[in-house]
C-alpha cells in the first residue's frame, strides 16, 4: 500500500496539470459512471491528501474521495492531436484535459462526497507529518502515551498518525533509537516529540524527491553492497539478518499484526 506521501505526490500533481480546466471525467469501468457525469465539464477546485487518503474537490462544493488501498494506482499520460489514449486495464475514473489524461484503477475506494463527509474521514484519523497544524505535535504525543500497545503498533495505527507504513514505521523508530516494543505509555514525552519530528523529515524527503531514503549520507556505504542494495537506502527495513550499518549487529525481523517489522536490536531500546 503507498504511504503518505505517495498520495500529496498525487495532490500535487492534479492541482499543477488539471485544476482550473473543464474536463472530461468518466468511468471507463462503468462503477463510477453516475458519479463522473455529475462532474464532466467542470473544474478541479483544489486537490488535498490527508495520510492515505485523496479529495479531489470539484465545483459545486463535490469531492472524490479517493484511498488506493493494496492495488490501486494512477497512470498518466498526453492528449496526442486531441486523441486521449485508449484506457488499460479496469479505469475507474479518467480526467482529461486538453494536453494530459490521468486514469484511476483498482482503488479500494472512489465515492463522490460532500464536504462534511470529508470532515468526519478526516476526524476520524490522526494528524498528518506532512500537513502539519498547530497542536498536532502534542496530540501525537498525546495519543501514544496514553496507549499500552507497542509503539511500532501505534505508528502504523491511522488514528494515530495519519500516512506512515511500513517503511517510514521502522526507519523512523531506528532512526530515533526506540524498540518498536516498547510499549506507548512507557515511552517518553521526549523521544515520542523526537519521532514525529523524524517522520516530519522523512516524509517531507519522499515528497520531495519521489523515493523513500531514509539512511543519512555518512551512514550509507560508500559503494553498493552486493546482496544488499537496501543499505543504500534504509537502516533496517527489508535488510533483515544484514549487519547493522551503525553497530553491526544483525537486523531482526518479525510478523507484528500481520506485518513484517524490521529493527536493530541494539540500537534500538
Known sequence: MPEGHVLHRLANRLKKDFRGQALQVSSPQGRFAESAQLLDGTEIVSAHAHGKHLFIEFEAARFVHIHLGLYGKWRFSSVVEGEAPDPIGQVRLRLVSDSEVADLSGPTRCALVTRDEVDEVIARLGPDPLDPQEGDRARFINEVRKRRRAIGELVMDQSVVAGPGNIYRAESLFRVGISPF??????????????????????????????????????????????????????????????????????????????????CSHCQR
Not at 519521532?195 to 523513500?212: A, F, K, S, Y
Not at 552486493?226 to 525481523?253: K, L, N, Q
Open 182 to 263: 516498547r510499549k506507548g505509555a512507557n515511552t517518553s514525552r521526549t523521544r515520542i516529540g523526537q519521532l514525529w519530528d523524524d517522520l516530519i523529515v522523512l516524509m517531507e524527503d519522499g515528497v520531495e524527491t519521489g523515493i523513500i531514503t531514509t539512511i543519512d549520507p555518512e551512514d550509507a556505504p560508500a559503494e553498493l553492497i552486493e546482496g544488499d542494495a537496501e543499505a543504500s537506502r534504509f537502516y533496517v527495513y527489508h535488510r533483515t539478518g544484514r549487519p547493522c550499518v551503525v553497530c553491526g549487529t544483525p537486523v531482526s525481523e518479525q510478523l507484528v499484526a500481520g506485518r513484517r517489522l524490521f529493527w
